[in-house]
């Protein structure tokens, strides 16, 4: 029940195109929901989070859908840069942080 | 306003070795947790500290330790090092009274490689 799925492993977009991430989680208790943007060598940094009474958070080309019923999250990044290849991972917090496995986003020139 | 840092940044020691791993936390916060991080997946919880004492902890052996400072600093102790134990260790600083509206913040972590 702690266990966060994150979905797809990896992605290709091409420049200007936009990148979905999907989540989904068990656990009802968790009551907050970030995205951190990982670089090679890097520790991961906060991107945007949303709170489960909220149904969706917008910040610049960054926008989070939440699901609470079906229990999902979804980070969607429009007009995708190849500055936005990274590592993305979601994460839901109860007492602890539980982190996705992570997605590979390549955004091609 | 300096962030959260972390040192050594690498560090390579053999089986069955000691290891410390020092993190300071992003200034106003109080709170330290610790990440293991394998390559290619997410961060696993391995325990949090805050008014220096353990309050959580993830499903890590007890050769996992820590410590935290009156300064708010922290040390990750790993004894016994298996070849497993191989991973980028993370450290991440939080507030305690915002524990369930404010995001961690990370360092960029130890690389730790066991042989």
């Known amino acids: 029940q702690q266990q966060v799925k994150q979905s797809p492993q990896s992605l290709i977009v091409q420049k200007g195109g936009i990148s979905i991430i999907n989540c989904a989680y068990e656990?009802?208790?968790?009551?907050?929901f970030p995205w951190y943007q990982q670089f090679p060598g890097k520790g991961p940094a906060l991107l945007i989070a949303?709170?489960?009474?909220?149904s969706e958070k917008k910040e610049g080309r960054f926008t989070i859908s939440f699901n609470k019923s079906a229990k999902q999250f979804s980070l969607h990044i429009m007009d995708s840069q190849p500055g936005d290849s990274a590592t993305y991972f979601c994460?839901?917090?109860?007492?602890?942080?539980?982190f996705g496995p992570g997605t590979r986003l390549s955004v091609l020139p | 306003d300096a962030g959260v840092t972390q040192s050594p940044t690498h560090l390579i020691k053999t089986r069955g070795q000691q290891v410390t791993l020092r993190c300071s936390p992003k200034?106003?916060?109080?709170?330290v947790s610790w990440y293991q991080q394998a390559l290619g997946q997410g961060p696993q919880f391995i325990f949090q500290?805050?008014?220096?004492?353990?309050?959580q902890r993830g499903n890590f052996p007890d050769r996992f330790s820590g410590h935290q400072f009156p300064n708010y600093s922290s040390e990750l102790n790993v004894n016994a090092l298996l070849l497993g134990d191989s991973a980028l260790y993370l450290c991440?600083?939080?507030?305690?009274?915002?524990?369930?509206?404010?995001?961690?913040?990370f360092g960029n972590g130890t690389r730790l490689t066991v042989t």
């Open positions: 991440a600083s939080s507030t305690w009274a915002g524990m369930h509206n404010s995001p961690l913040h």
């Open positions: 656990n009802t208790a968790f009551d907050y």
């Open positions: 949303i709170r489960p009474d909220v």
């Open positions: 994460a839901a917090l109860r007492q602890n942080f539980v």
């Open positions: 200034s106003g916060h109080d709170t």
């Open positions: 500290y805050y008014e220096e004492e353990e309050r």
